[in-house]
Nanobody
Framework: LQLVESGGGSVQPGGSLRLSCAASKDMADHYNIGTIAWFRQAPGKEREGVACTSHLAGIGGVPKYAESVKGRFVISRDDAENRAYLSMNSLEPEDTGVYFC???????????????????WGRGTLVTVSS
């Protein structure tokens, strides 16, 4: 079972990045990925939830965002490609950290930004926002 993040890098304040999370083919074939989320961990701080998206058959889920990123970040998923994305705009130095993709087979109407709710994790990709 593998989730692999990519797209991190260094950017100036106000810039944009798009992170990608790819699920291994085996994972996509054998596991119903109900919820995908992005978490981040800044230097010296605890890991925090950034955004999550879930899907319920015939209904659709409501994406959830941390207050600090609302209006700036957008989470999306492409199930046909077994990928999820985090589009980050108007980046601030406080957004610096290692960003992790996480997933669970459980679907929610409103997904939880709770790392204890996630079963599968990537190794992370570093985002640095600095002038």
């Amino acid at each position: 079972l593998q989730l692999v993040e990519s797209g991190g890098g260094s950017v100036q304040p106000g810039g944009s990045l798009r992170l990608s999370c790819a699920a291994s083919k085996d994972m996509a074939d054998h596991y119903n990925i109900g919820t995908i989320a992005w978490f981040r961990q800044a230097p010296g701080k605890e890991r925090e939830g950034v955004a999550c998206t879930s899907h319920l058959a015939g209904i659709g889920g409501v994406p959830k965002y941390a207050e600090s990123v609302k209006g700036r970040f957008v989470i999306s998923r492409d199930d046909a490609e077994n990928r999820a994305y985090l589009s980050m705009n108007s980046l601030e130095p406080e957004d610096t950290g290692v960003y992790f993709c996480a997933a669970t087979e459980i679907s929610y109407y409103t997904c939880p930004l709770d790392d204890h709710a996630m079963s599968y994790w990537g190794r992370g990709t570093l985002v640095t926002v600095s002038s």
